[in-house]
Nanobody
């Protein structure tokens, strides 16, 4: 069982920055991948960015050049630096971990989410 806890959300003006953190209970260096997803009111949960165990990073087109994912394996932490925020970035942001298990295969774990609100 992996537990993920997000923090760092809040209210920011357009053009501002926020840094989200995700604390994991397990050794993130062993995870297949980790990532950030977001869900705006009335919309589906969308991928923001992912990072694989090997360090391959993927960004949604809407955040390329503005958001940066990083991780600290020693601290079991993942981060999302969000710059040049736009009102359309407003959403609940979720931390995700994809973990290989010996009996159940790959399992996705989710945090509880942290609200990011960008005012115009």
């Amino acid at each position: 069982q992996v537990q993920l806890v997000e923090s760092g959300g809040g209210l920011v003006q357009a053009g501002g920055s926020l840094r989200l953190s995700c604390a994991a209970s397990g050794s993130i260096g062993s995870f297949n991948a980790m990532g950030w997803y977001r869900q705006a009111p009335g919309k589906q949960r969308d991928l923001v960015t992912t990072i694989t165990r090997g360090g391959i990073i993927n960004y949604a087109d809407s955040v390329k050049g503005r958001f940066t994912i990083s991780r600290d394996n020693a601290k079991n932490m993942m981060y999302l630096q969000m710059d040049s925020l736009k009102p359309e970035d407003t959403a609940v942001y979720f931390c995700n971990a994809n973990v290989q298990t010996p009996f159940w295969g790959k399992i996705d774990y989710w945090g509880q989410g942290t609200q990011v609100t960008v005012s115009s």
